[in-house]
């Protein structure tokens, strides 16, 4: 009995030894895969707009907890984005920013807050002597090194290709006829980057080492870019099948995902042939004499607004009847300008202008795309102070879609299909 005893007693000391020696062992790298099992899917499919939620003001005036990012359905019910791990399990990890890259793809960041608790609780569990995370002087922010890429149909997360740049919410990003979507950004050296949404990876396009500030894409992935941003010097287009043109002209547009440019008074459309030549064609020439050329599409009529003058169809230049004031905003259907409690909008149908005026709330931030004749909004509401979220119609009428609650302050407003 004596010897069963002490065989037992050895095994239990040699078990106790062997795990000490496992957790005070040589330093070991955290494992990413152990935020990576907590990012597997987020509820957005149905999502109209999405916005986050500032934490409650706390007695001194402070903001408190970190409120998450919400969003509106289609049947105007309002819920949080949750993330759902591989395993099942839900808010382990909180999203902390969503921006819009195309209609399909989302790109993702979790709070950190949750990753470095996370990467502490490993390291506490691995060492006797662990490290510790140094906390950042904000609680709350983006965890940019697990950028995620969510397909919104399938609300499937996918990892964000490494050791490549993640286009900024206020970047210039275009999609092809494919759905491919293009932005500026940086591979050993400034890149146009293209994403696949059927794979989900990124690829550069330009040669090393080019310097560029601007850039378009053609509906059929050819790639404009130039320096400057207004007046194009050494504009180039790269081909997909990978030759580059020189075009010495200074102005450049896209027009119904063919490339055109303006030589003097013509303009230009280069056909391609292919995926790898282009073919000059003089399409009309513009009647009215300039140096300077902006180009607004209008959605409506299916045409380009030349300087706020003229119109081209694709086949002749027209000059219009008087110059139409074009706001900053842009719907499907008009483009807008506000200041204070005054909207000015155009319609793109006839270009008449008309004025409203929304009295009732202040906006704190606002939204509007191509892809959507109304205009959303952040703000709060005079008569009691609540936050809201609101949209302002076609026919510009004022609904409300949400009254946050406990009064937190509603930010970053997306709006969705």
Same mark, same amino acid.
């Given at each position: 009995m004596k010897k069963n005893y002490s065989f037992i007693l050895s095994l239990l000391l040699f078990g106790s030894i062997l795990t000490s020696c496992e957790k005070n062992g040589s330093y070991q790298e955290f494992d990413h895969n152990e935020i990576y099992k907590h990012l597997s899917s987020v509820n957005v499919r149905d999502a109209k707009m999405i916005y986050t939620k500032e934490g409650a003001r706390t007695r001194s005036g402070e903001s408190g907890a970190f409120g998450g990012v919400w969003k509106i359905d289609q049947n105007g019910n309002e819920s949080k984005l949750i993330i759902t791990g591989s395993d099942g399990k839900t808010n382990v990890l909180n999203i902390y920013e969503i921006n819009k890259l195309s209609d399909d793809v989302l790109l993702m960041f979790p709070d950190w807050y949750d990753t470095n608790r996370i990467e502490q609780e490993w390291y506490n569990s691995h060492s006797d002597d662990p490290i510790h995370i140094d906390i950042p002087s904000e609680s709350h922010g983006a965890a940019t090194e697990y950028a995620m890429l969510l397909n919104k149909e399938t609300e499937k997360l996918y990892r964000f290709p490494e050791n490549v740049s993640t286009p900024n919410? %206020? !970047? %210039? *990003? &275009?999609? !092809?006829k494919q759905g491919n979507i293009y932005y500026k950004g940086y591979l050993k050296g400034e890149q146009v980057l293209k994403l696949s949404p059927e794979t989900m990876s990124i690829e550069g396009l330009l040669p090393d080492d080019i310097r560029f500030d601007n850039f378009s894409v053609t509906g059929d992935g050819f790639i404009v870019y130039w320096k400057e941003f207004e007046q194009q010097q050494n504009c180039r287009v790269k081909c997909p099948g990978g030759k580059i043109y020189p075009i010495t002209d200074t102005y450049t547009f896209v027009f119904n995902g063919d490339l055109y440019s303006v030589r003097d008074k013509e303009i230009i459309k280069y056909e391609t042939i292919g995926n790898n030549e282009l073919k000059e064609k003089k399409i009309c020439t513009i009647p009215t004499d %300039?140096?300077?050329w902006k180009f607004i599409p209008n959605y409506v009529r299916n045409t380009m607004v030349i300087n706020g003058t003229l119109e081209f169809d694709g086949e002749q230049c027209t000059k219009l009847d008087r110059q139409i004031s074009i706001g900053n905003l842009r719907t499907s259907k008009a483009w807008y300008s506000y200041s204070n409690t005054t909207f000015s909008k155009t319609a793109m149908k006839d270009y008449q202008e008309s004025q409203f005026q929304v009295l009732e709330y202040e906006i704190q931030d606002i939204s509007? %795309?191509?892809?959507?004749?109304? *205009?959303?909004?952040?703000? &709060?509401r005079y008569s009691d102070g609540a936050n809201v979220v609101g949209t302002i119609t076609e026919t510009d009428e004022v609904v409300i879609n949400s009254i946050a609650d406990n009064g937190n302050k509603i930010i970053n407003l997306i709006s969705l299909n």
């Amino acid at each position: 009995m004596k010897k069963n005893y002490s065989f037992i007693l050895s095994l239990l000391l040699f078990g106790s030894i062997l795990t000490s020696c496992e957790k005070n062992g040589s330093y070991q790298e955290f494992d990413h895969n152990e935020i990576y099992k907590h990012l597997s899917s987020v509820n957005v499919r149905d999502a109209k707009m999405i916005y986050t939620k500032e934490g409650a003001r706390t007695r001194s005036g402070e903001s408190g907890a970190f409120g998450g990012v919400w969003k509106i359905d289609q049947n105007g019910n309002e819920s949080k984005l949750i993330i759902t791990g591989s395993d099942g399990k839900t808010n382990v990890l909180n999203i902390y920013e969503i921006n819009k890259l195309s209609d399909d793809v989302l790109l993702m960041f979790p709070d950190w807050y949750d990753t470095n608790r996370i990467e502490q609780e490993w390291y506490n569990s691995h060492s006797d002597d662990p490290i510790h995370i140094d906390i950042p002087s904000e609680s709350h922010g983006a965890a940019t090194e697990y950028a995620m890429l969510l397909n919104k149909e399938t609300e499937k997360l996918y990892r964000f290709p490494e050791n490549v740049s993640t286009p900024n919410k %206020n !970047d %210039n *990003i &275009f999609t !092809d006829k494919q759905g491919n979507i293009y932005y500026k950004g940086y591979l050993k050296g400034e890149q146009v980057l293209k994403l696949s949404p059927e794979t989900m990876s990124i690829e550069g396009l330009l040669p090393d080492d080019i310097r560029f500030d601007n850039f378009s894409v053609t509906g059929d992935g050819f790639i404009v870019y130039w320096k400057e941003f207004e007046q194009q010097q050494n504009c180039r287009v790269k081909c997909p099948g990978g030759k580059i043109y020189p075009i010495t002209d200074t102005y450049t547009f896209v027009f119904n995902g063919d490339l055109y440019s303006v030589r003097d008074k013509e303009i230009i459309k280069y056909e391609t042939i292919g995926n790898n030549e282009l073919k000059e064609k003089k399409i009309c020439t513009i009647p009215t004499d %300039n140096t300077y050329w902006k180009f607004i599409p209008n959605y409506v009529r299916n045409t380009m607004v030349i300087n706020g003058t003229l119109e081209f169809d694709g086949e002749q230049c027209t000059k219009l009847d008087r110059q139409i004031s074009i706001g900053n905003l842009r719907t499907s259907k008009a483009w807008y300008s506000y200041s204070n409690t005054t909207f000015s909008k155009t319609a793109m149908k006839d270009y008449q202008e008309s004025q409203f005026q929304v009295l009732e709330y202040e906006i704190q931030d606002i939204s509007a %795309n191509s892809e959507s004749s109304n *205009i959303t909004f952040v703000g &709060f509401r005079y008569s009691d102070g609540a936050n809201v979220v609101g949209t302002i119609t076609e026919t510009d009428e004022v609904v409300i879609n949400s009254i946050a609650d406990n009064g937190n302050k509603i930010i970053n407003l997306i709006s969705l299909n």
